[in-house]
């Protein structure tokens, strides 16, 4: 998903696994890029969310950070 989406945090994750771990090819069903909240969509059977905290958690608050943070739930279920 990382691959279709403009944002540059996503263009990083992309140029670190290209980097680390080869050119990986997934089919992505029902992408969607939703600005200022993250990417989501589905690949082999799984459905996922990159983004801000608020987007993948599904809860208002935001996380209190002085970083930028990208994160992950994969089938309901986040990872990080």
Do not use: C
């Not at 696994?17 to 997934?26: C, E, M, S």
């Amino acid at each position: 998903m990382v691959k279709e989406s403009a944002h540059p945090l996503s263009r990083l994750i992309k140029e670190h696994y290209l980097a680390t771990a080869g050119i990986l090819n997934l089919t992505v069903f029902d992408f969607k890029e939703l600005a200022g909240k993250g990417i989501q969509g589905g690949s082999g059977g799984s459905e996922a969310k990159l983004g801000s905290f608020a987007f993948v958690s599904n809860k208002e608050a935001e996380r209190q950070t002085a970083y930028t943070e990208v994160w992950v739930e994969i089938d309901g279920e986040v990872k990080g």
